[in-house]
């Protein structure tokens, strides 16, 4: 981490870190649901490019409202812990 912090990466580093968590924890409820990424992007109403990138663990620019309307049609909630 102090290499991580020296660099100017930390940062960058753990949204990338919380996002892969994100990322795989909606592509396993899909899968466990057996909702596809089709029907996924229908009831969120966006595009399948737009639930590619919500799965794309690279792409850290998901909003809370985005993350808030996926758990919400995934029957999830948002828990946040800042620390």
């Not at 899909?30 to 663990?57: F, N, W, Y």
Request: hydrophobic residues 40%; proline residues 1%.
């Amino acid at each position: 981490e102090d290499f991580l912090a020296e660099e100017g990466l930390l940062e960058e580093c753990r949204a990338t870190a919380i996002k892969f968590m994100i990322a795989q924890e909606l592509a396993q409820t899909m899968h466990r649901k057996q909702i596809s990424k089709a029907e996924m992007a229908r009831r969120l109403h966006t595009s399948r490019t737009g639930v590619e990138r919500l799965l794309d663990p690279d792409n850290t620019s998901i909003t809370l409202h985005t993350l808030a309307k996926v758990a919400n049609v995934l029957g999830k909630q948002i828990v946040l812990t800042l620390r």
